[in-house]
């Protein structure tokens, strides 16, 4: 299904293949914690949706994969952008697949791209001195995702209203993965979302990440980035209600009500401690709450 890449190193004598099979987590669409096109979205929907999933997931588990150097991660993401970019069949089902997507849905190209700039950033460990930083990277990272959605529904009416609540969702999602992940990140990538200038801010450094419970400090900075998110999230709603398609518009309300559901378990618990997610019937409310709302 991934089939091989070729990476020639620095010298060009050499060359290496690496069997893209070997390098994926396993991980699906089932795996994460939001609906991914769930079964509210048409079968034609679920299907365009989740060969975007299956190619950020592939390109995801490259960024993170713990046996690839950063050089050799960046070659082969780069070996991934070229065959987009150039439309250009591979081995690699993955990847031919989301490509054929691109002549019903050519907005799709733009997409993938951005993606792949976000997982080159984590293969080079890139550090994110302020907020506007994260931010930044989160547009290529998140963003993408949900305007791939909106596009593969062809929303057309208040377009750029639907991008920016949408965009301001994805973030939001984006940076809760991130705190719930922190320790995580840390300790097995090396890798902090935090900017620089929250520790600074609250007098603490990165190492913090590996306490086994959040000191005073930790808690004021994690109080600080929920309240970003929820602010971020004000007006949101609003937004996503002018989608026309219901089953979209019922899917993303379903999503909003996640991620402040996650927010509000994460201002009450410690990402330090354990790894903080909803429940089944915190799913299940969040379900409800968004399918009765319009």
Not at 110 to 128: P, T
Not at 142 to 157: K, L, M, S, W, Y
Not at 179 to 193: A, E, G, P, T, W
Not at 219 to 237: A, H
Request: glycine share 2%; aromatic share 10%.
């Amino acid at each position: 299904m991934y089939g091989k890449v070729e990476i020639i190193n620095k010298n060009n004598r050499h060359t290496k293949n690496f069997d893209i099979s070997n390098l994926m987590s396993g991980k699906s669409y089932s795996d994460e914690n939001f609906p991914v096109a769930s079964f509210l979205m048409t079968k034609k929907i679920r299907s365009i949706v989740r060969i975007f999933y299956f190619f950020a997931r592939m390109a995801d588990d490259i960024a993170d994969h713990k046996h690839l150097s950063s050089n050799q991660k960046k070659k082969i993401l780069g070996s991934f952008d070229e065959a987009i970019l150039k439309n250009k069949k591979s081995n690699n089902k993955i990847l031919n697949d989301m490509i054929l997507k691109f002549k019903e849905m050519p907005s799709g190209k733009n997409y993938s791209r951005n993606l792949l700039k976000a997982f080159m950033m984590d293969a080079s460990n890139k550090k994110y001195k302020k907020w506007s930083d994260l931010i930044y990277y989160c547009r290529f990272s998140a963003n993408p995702v949900g305007r791939f959605v909106i596009d593969a529904v062809n929303e057309r009416q208040n377009i750029e209203n639907i991008y920016k609540a949408s965009d301001n969702l994805c973030t939001a999602l984006q940076i809760i993965n991130h705190i719930q992940d922190c320790q995580k990140d840390f300790k097995q990538l090396n890798r902090v979302y935090i900017p620089e200038s929250l520790f600074k801010k609250y007098s603490s450094t990165k190492s913090i990440l590996n306490s086994q419970k959040s000191p005073e400090s930790f808690e004021k900075l994690k109080i600080e980035i929920i309240d970003k998110i929820l602010k971020s999230l004000n007006g949101t709603k609003i937004g996503l209600s002018k989608i026309q398609s219901w089953r979209l518009r019922k899917e993303t309300l379903i999503i909003l009500n996640i991620a402040k559901r996650l927010c509000n378990l994460l201002k009450r618990n410690d990402p330090l401690k354990k790894k903080i997610k909803l429940s089944r019937i915190d799913f299940i409310f969040c379900f409800f709450k968004g399918i009765m709302y319009d």
